[in-house]
């Protein structure tokens, strides 16, 4: 029987949550959903333990944040979190994790997941896993695309092509992201999905795939999977993952690959992507604040409030009359941003840029 | 000749300034106008300074403020701080002070001043001191009205009377906070006056009042002034203390006494009674915000920044799209306010009070 593992990619950075995310707490690392206390990677990983247990969750992650995923990922073996000592986008990261994998067991299913996004409904999501993962046995690659509930232009699109029963298609095609003209007849058509990020395979086709078209790609891993087979694996992942070419799984792979299959989910999906997003998530009071216990709220509506510092669960944060902002405190900063305007986050960190010039 | 020596209330506590006063931190305490920096009390001090050097500055304060105070005034003997072991409203503050002078100088002039106001022309200011001084040789007890700039009805009021030359009027009557209606009708006679809680006495002269008129208070003064020539007096003062009559040098002594005089004023003067009056008072930047340097303010107008938190100097406070708010953090709590609102900083307090039940 082929047993099923999971990757879940929590190297990335952001600046969408300043001040909340930085360099040492990036998104994943932060509760931003539901009651904003239970960080984004620790919810990804306990949505999928009911089909995935623990010794077969790998996290791939960056050295400076290692030990906070690990505070964060308690029921995790230590020697499940691979640490990639520079950030070469999803191609190597995902065929290092599938090597990795692969020596443990030649037959393993792999499932990929990001560490960072939201899901409402996690049971109606752990069933498209399955189908994909059950899709992955018999084609090269599958993933999923989430059926859009917007004309959104932030995404990439795949057209599904042909219906292979049990809620898997073929894929017609990608597509990068659209005009907004092209997004709304996507929003509509019945036939187009934004695609989510996750890819499903079985460790051998991976192997095959990465050898055909990233030949350069698989000489890097060999090479760390020699090292590996002699105990000597730290040091040649210094040496040979920052030579690795920095590419994606969907443009290095999946995009040229037959016979990728697409499993289409709504299960309230969100890649949260800004503090409006994640107050949308929250939880809230009959005023719609998303507020910790101890905030005071004299008529306000319609607030986000988090207090990230090192004294903020000891700290009141007092609103009074104000409406739809979003407040954000951490040791380094206070933001405070009209909801509406939570994409705006970036023209304080270029001030700030400027300012530290 | 006769020196003149200074007295500064300073034991008030006050919440007004929530989050940013605290009972260890109270108003004078804090650097509510100009750049943000100087606290009140250090600002009432210096202004004095060209008329009354530090040897003869006297702070009445409580005992748990003593050490802060001595650090917002370092170039004052420590031996000028006076503690009181409980608060006991102003005459017992104003005696206590003029009997320890008259101790050191029988022949003293003093004049009485707040620890926590404001004033915008310090020259302005000095020679109104120094006339009230003037006046205060040949009456009881000489004062400053201020002249008011708007119906105010947060105020008592001094209606002058016959002119005695050189800037220096009777005193007709004190009236008591008035209602609006009556406080329109005051802002334009021209007669009346605010009440500025500012009192200038030679130390004799006040021995003699609050004998006539506060006999009770003179006896607990008499039996410290003793044990102090005994040099036993800091356990004197802890016993006699708290038995001392609680009222105010206004209702129990001025009110009552011949021959008051006033010296009106017109010198930028305020009690910064909000942080909206705060905001007023601060040194603010081409788009109306009072904010630290570090400060990042993106189509932000009209607001108040604070943080006196133990690592607000290294912290960034950023403001996007927001108007006219208060913005003030402290360690314990953070607070977010229309500064039209201000006033319903006592609404937190209450809230939180019923919180903490």
Excluded at 29 to 43: I, Q
Excluded at 112 to 137: I, N, Q, T, W
Excluded at 300 to 309: F, K, P, Q, T, V
Aim: hydrophobic share 45%; net charge negative; glycine share 8%.
């Amino acid at each position: 029987m082929a047993h099923l593992y999971t990757v879940i990619m929590a190297g990335g950075a952001g600046t969408r949550f300043w001040p909340a995310s930085r360099h040492e707490r990036p998104k994943q690392l932060l509760p931003l959903a539901g009651n904003g206390e239970e960080p984004l990677v620790t919810a990804s990983v306990r949505r999928i333990l009911p089909i995935c247990p623990p010794d077969r969750v790998i996290v791939v992650t960056a050295r400076h944040l290692v030990s906070a995923m690990r505070e964060a990922l308690p029921g995790l073996p230590a020697e499940n979190f691979l640490c990639e000592p520079v950030a070469r986008n999803t191609a190597p990261c995902i065929g290092w994790a599938s090597a990795t994998i692969r020596r443990r067991d030649p037959n393993a299913l792999v499932m990929v997941l990001p560490a960072d996004h939201f899901v409402a409904d996690e049971a109606g999501f752990r069933d498209a896993l399955l189908r994909a993962v059950e899709a992955s046995k018999t084609t090269t690659i599958a993933t999923i695309g989430i059926t859009p509930t917007r004309a959104e232009t932030g995404y990439g699109y795949i057209e599904k092509g042909e219906d292979s029963g049990a809620g898997v298609f073929g894929v017609r095609r990608f597509i990068e992201k659209p005009s907004f003209d092209r997004a709304e007849v996507f929003a509509t058509s019945g036939r187009h999905l934004w695609n989510s990020g996750m890819f499903f395979f079985r460790v051998a086709e991976m192997d095959g795939l990465l050898r055909k078209h990233l030949p350069e790609l698989s000489a890097g891993l060999d090479r760390m999977d020699r090292a590996a087979a002699l105990g000597d694996e730290p040091a040649e992942i210094e040496n040979v993952f920052p030579t690795l070419p920095s590419i994606s799984i969907d443009h290095g792979v999946m995009e040229k690959a037959d016979r990728v299959s697409v499993v289409p989910g709504s299960f309230g999906w969100s890649d949260i992507g800004s503090w409006q997003t994640s107050w949308e998530l929250a939880n809230k009071d009959s005023d719609g604040n998303a507020a910790p216990e101890s905030a005071v709220l004299i008529d306000a509506r319609g607030n986000l409030i988090r207090d990230l510092s090192e004294i903020g669960e000891r700290r009141v944060v007092a609103l009074v009359g104000v409406e739809n902002l979003a407040v954000v405190v951490t040791d380094e900063a206070i933001l405070v941003i009209p909801r509406s305007r939570a994409q705006d986050v970036k023209q304080v960190l270029a001030e700030l840029k400027s300012k530290t010039r």
